[in-house]
């Protein structure tokens, strides 16, 4: 069992790691190693059920081939300024070739020709002004929306052509530990994910390869951590998101959905003045919920292609740093994360904005009677700010109050609001422009180890790991 290459993780940094080596004719013995299962094996049993079921061993919209990105709307951002550090290892000209490049290869693998936020730039104009008077900055940046069910389809035929091409895929394979000696990696320590799942840990495999590539996403960062801390790998506390998924009726967001598709607007409230930021806009989408391997219940938004709503849902997020004497913003997430879980009985929390603002919580009834029709059919009415924190809820609160000079209506009293929303990519590891930390030969890429954000970058980053892998 010796490989030259093992990549951990199938998300789109990893299947992009592979499909680059295949382009360059590599030679090399590469293993594909997925904790989750392969595309088509993964499905949400909600769509049926209309409530989470616990899907064993894990949560598939967050886990597996093609990774947690590709289960939400499968947005592809072509532009520098979004997803992440990958200019600051790669320089910015290199970043916008390989956006190009990797964004030819969506369009070869079927993704849609039409690029949405390019429209009318004297409109665009005018939404830039109105965030100039609310304090905040417009990011415009061009999209190519695949939709949730298009990018089922795209993964798929990228999955089975890395397969076919010869490199290995082990799904439903967990890694377990990494094999280090002298400061080296030796390879990785593995087990079924069911056996892990029941608790039998005995029957482990070891598997062996000359460099060994981690690609493990937001949802290995926790794990990834881990081992940084038991391996000795530098790394560092990053930044955690903490936040909430806004629902509105795609009236309230017309403007801006027709002209930009996502509004990317970042600004910093009073009074504490932290970054708070919009992310994943789903025009006539849906709200989600995904689960983590502690099943805690975590918001985020799916658009299809096809399946549409009358709702648009984006996330408002708030940035913050935990340093000294505390350094686990991971942890910090984590908490929020449970008590919002454990006031709507381990579903998602809705709460609408005016209850907020009036300082009480929302019943069923009241939602049942708004406007708004909530996407998310299992979200249970109650109050958010019994659990998010206090600075990171006035942040939330602020900036919906901005937004409504931008968007009138989006602060109407029933905008919902639904949490946690937690964006689990807070361990940074220290990386050469190799994308090698301390450890020899053992390279980094993608969400987990914060590098990248999203598809498009995590994807390109795949590319450039290729090329270095070939080189050496």
Not at 40 to 52: A, F, G, L, S, Y
Not at 138 to 147: A, N, S, T
Not at 168 to 183: F, H, Q, S, T
Not at 312 to 330: C, D, G, K, R, V
Request: aromatic share 8%; net charge positive.
């Amino acid at each position: 069992m010796k490989y030259d290459v093992i990549i951990v993780g199938a998300g789109p940094s990893g299947l992009f790691t592979a499909l680059e080596l295949i382009k360059l004719n590599s030679n090399k013995k590469i293993l594909l190693i997925e904790k989750g299962k392969r595309v088509e094996d993964r499905n949400c049993p909600k769509e049926i059920t209309n409530h989470c079921v616990d899907c064993k061993p894990y949560c598939n919209i967050t886990t597996g081939v093609s990774g947690a990105g590709a289960f939400s709307d499968g947005k592809l951002s072509l532009n520098t300024e979004i997803g992440g550090e990958l200019p600051k290892y790669v320089g910015y000209d290199k970043t916008k070739s390989l956006i190009r490049y990797v964004d030819d290869i969506y369009l070869k693998f079927g993704a849609d020709k039409n690029i949405e936020g390019i429209k009318n730039e004297e409109s665009v104009q005018e939404i830039r002004r109105k965030a100039i008077k609310a304090n905040l900055k417009l990011v415009v940046c061009p999209i190519r929306h695949l939709g949730t069910e298009k990018a089922h389809e795209i993964f798929k035929e990228i999955q089975d052509y890395i397969i076919d091409s010869g490199i290995e895929l082990r799904d439903n394979l967990l890694v377990e530990n990494l094999i280090i000696e002298n400061n080296c990696i030796k390879g990785v320590k593995v087990l079924n994910s069911h056996d892990f799942n029941n608790g039998n840990i005995e029957n482990t495999e070891k598997i062996y390869a000359d460099k060994v590539v981690l690609c493990v996403g937001r949802k290995g960062a926790d794990w990834l951590k881990r081992m940084c801390l038991k391996h000795n790998i530098n790394h560092r506390a990053g930044t955690v998101d903490i936040g909430v998924r806004v629902e509105v009726r795609d009236e309230i967001m017309k403007e801006i959905n027709d002209i930009l598709y996502e509004g990317k607007l970042i600004g910093h409230p009073k009074p504490f003045k932290d970054k708070v930021r919009t992310f994943c806009q789903n025009p006539s989408g849906y709200v989600a919920e995904e689960r983590y391997d502690n099943r805690l219940a975590i918001v985020n938004g799916h658009s299809y292609k096809r399946k549409k709503t009358s709702n648009t849902n984006l996330a408002i997020l708030s940035s913050h740093n935990f340093e000294y004497p505390f350094n686990q913003p991971i942890e910090y997430g984590r908490k929020v994360a449970m008590l919002v879980n454990m006031l709507g009985d381990n579903k998602i929390l809705v709460q609408r904005y005016g209850d907020i603002m009036d300082g009480k919580r929302t019943w069923q009834k009241e939602l049942s009677e708004s406007n708004v029709t909530p996407t998310l059919k299992d979200a249970v009415a109650g109050d958010l700010t019994s659990a998010i924190p206090y600075r990171p809820m006035m942040n939330i609160i602020n900036f919906i109050q901005a937004m409504d000079v931008i968007v009138p209506g989006f602060a109407s009293p029933e905008t919902l609001l639904y949490g946690p929303e937690i964006k689990f990519y807070s361990n940074k590891v220290i990386l050469d422009n190799s994308f090698n930390a301390n450890i020899e030969n053992l390279h980094f890429l993608g969400d987990g180890c914060g590098l990248t954000r999203g598809l498009m970058m995590a994807s390109c980053s795949g590319v450039h790991m290729a090329r270095i892998l070939e080189e050496k």
